[in-house]
């Protein structure tokens, strides 16, 4: 049975007892679980070189994240991943390049309003808790995903799109600044 944070809604990952990643701290440490910290010392440096050109599967399964989501953080080490996928009928989120190294990204949720918590909460709160911030962009539908570099959200705004029924709503739009 899933489990999600109180404070945050994250899934609660069972670790001895159901811990929040977002809200817990590390709790990955080598004294904690030897199996997962060969994973912690594989990606102490990030597995992707900028302005390369990569597989949405591999992305994902090199940084441990989840398998769809956009918004997503790598449970071993301490970053999120945004990735970008063409907006079309099955993706709704109608994220931009605003200008050279600011680009818009649209939060997580399909329908309704979107709430500030689980993933768009982490990716708010990423800096102020030291956490970086990976961003994989697509230019065509079925392309491989361009890596941009390190970002850092320079604003959230509120905006007004269509959900997956197309109703509108509100959503928050991540203003993500490539880091040089």
Same mark, same amino acid.
Request: glycine share 6%; hydrophobic share 30%; aromatic share 14%.
């Given at each position: 049975? *899933?489990k ?6 994250? @899934?609660?990952i ?13 709790? +990955?440490? $080598? &004294? ?5 910290t060969?994973?912690?010392?594989l ?15 591999? %992305?994902? #399964?090199?940084?441990h +994240?989840?398998? !769809?989501?956009?918004?997503s953080?790598?449970?071993? =080490? =301490?970053?999120? %991943?945004?990735?970008?996928t063409?907006?079309?009928k &099955? ?12 680009? &818009? ?5 399909? +329908?309704?309003?979107?709430? @500030?918590?689980s993933?768009?909460?982490? *990716? ?6 030291g !956490? $970086? %911030?990976? *961003?994989?962009?697509? &230019?065509?539908m079925?392309? =491989? ?5 390190e ?6 705004? #509120?905006?007004?799109? /269509? =959900?997956q029924?197309?109703? /509108? ?12």
């Open positions: 049975m *899933l999600f944070c109180d404070k945050c809604s994250s @899934m609660l069972r670790k001895n007892n159901y811990k929040c990643f977002s809200c817990d701290g590390d709790f +990955t440490s $080598k &004294s904690d679980n030897p199996k997962k060969a994973k912690i010392d990606l102490s440096s990030f597995p992707f070189k900028k302005g390369e050109y990569y597989q949405g599967k591999i %992305i994902r #399964e090199k940084c +994240t989840h398998p !769809q989501w956009g918004i953080q790598n449970p071993y =080490d =301490d970053y999120w %991943i945004a990735i970008k063409k907006k079309s &099955s993706n709704i989120f109608d994220d931009k390049m605003v200008s050279e190294g600011l680009y &818009s990204y649209v939060g997580q949720g399909l +329908t309704g309003d979107q709430v @500030m918590n993933s768009n909460y982490g *990716l708010k709160n990423a800096k102020l808790k !956490q $970086k %911030i990976h *961003l994989f962009w697509q &230019s065509a079925g392309s =491989d995903y361009k890596y941009l570099g970002v850092e959200v320079e604003k959230i705004e #509120e905006a007004e799109q /269509p =959900d029924y197309n109703i /509108p709503r509100s959503v928050f739009v991540f203003f993500l600044r490539v880091i040089e």
